[in-house]
């Protein structure tokens, strides 16, 4: 089983950064995959950056760019780093983990993208 601990959401102005950080409760390096997704009211959660287990990084095509994927086995985190942050990327963000055939999600963490 695989805990995840989400943080660093927040408020940020149009053209501002934010760094979101998830920690796993286990070795992520021993995970199939780890990624963020988001989610608007009324609409699908969505991919937004993932990253494989030897290293393959995949990006929503909104993102590419500007996010940008990262992780610390040491820490055992996996990070968001959101530059450029246009008002369409409010949402909520999602960790997610892949360990064999099951999924893990964390709780989420808040992004608002105002001026």
């Known amino acids: 089983q695989v805990q995840l601990a989400e943080s660093g959401g927040g408020l940020a102005q149009p053209g501002g950064s934010l760094r979101l950080s998830c920690a796993a409760s286990?070795?992520?390096?021993?995970?199939?995959?780890m990624g963020w997704y988001r989610q608007t009211p009324g609409k699908e959660r969505e991919l937004v950056a993932r990253i494989f287990k030897y290293g393959t990084i995949d990006y929503a095509d909104s993102v590419k760019g500007r996010f940008t994927i990262s992780r610390d086995g040491a820490k055992d985190t996996v990070y968001l780093q959101m530059n450029s942050l246009k008002p369409e990327d409010t949402a909520d963000y999602f960790c997610?983990?892949?360990?064999?055939?099951?999924?893990?999600w964390g709780q989420g963490t808040q992004v608002t993208v105002s001026s």
């Open positions: 286990r070795g992520i390096l021993s995970l199939n995959a």
């Open positions: 997610n983990a892949i360990l064999g055939t099951t999924t893990y």
